[in-house]
């Protein structure tokens, strides 16, 4: 019987079932890096419904605001990650393209766990 060749995720993993697949499928995030990860694919993915449930309540846009923007994700680097109790910091660089132009997004991105699980706060952007 031939085996499945694995699909390489979005963030950069070998295998997306074994990397942030779990998470979309259901599996609570660990750390603020894997949350991170985890919603970088989703957007590259299009898991909107994804992207909104890990984002933190009190930060979180309306519906209507996540959306197809038409961005290609091609390519993460985690630059820092740093947890401190319910707190998180994750600093990365996401590139993509947006009709054919390439973009690069450095952020540093603020996580809180909240019931439990890790979620998304907000993110500012060194380079501005």
């Not at 942030?20 to 949350?35: D, I, M, N, V, W």
């Not at 990860?37 to 590259?44: D, Q």
């Not at 290609?72 to 996401?94: C, M, N, P, S, Y």
């Not at 997004?105 to 996580?111: M, N």
Request: proline fraction near 5%.
């Amino acid at each position: 019987m031939k085996r499945k060749a694995a699909t390489p995720c979005p963030c950069g993993g070998a295998d997306y079932a074994a990397c942030c697949g779990r998470f979309h499928a259901g599996q609570t995030a660990p750390t603020a890096e894997a949350l991170m990860r985890s919603r970088y694919s989703a957007y590259a993915l299009g898991l909107f419904d994804y992207i909104e449930a890990t984002w933190h309540s009190s930060t979180r846009p309306p519906r209507a605001n996540l959306r197809d923007d038409g961005a290609r994700w091609i390519g993460l680097e985690v630059k820092a990650h740093r947890e401190d109790g319910d707190a998180a910091t994750v600093e990365f660089v996401a590139r993509c393209r947006i009709a054919g132009r390439a973009q690069r997004l450095h952020e540093i991105s603020r996580f809180l766990r909240e019931d439990g699980k890790w979620t998304y706060l907000d993110g500012s952007f060194p380079e501005e």
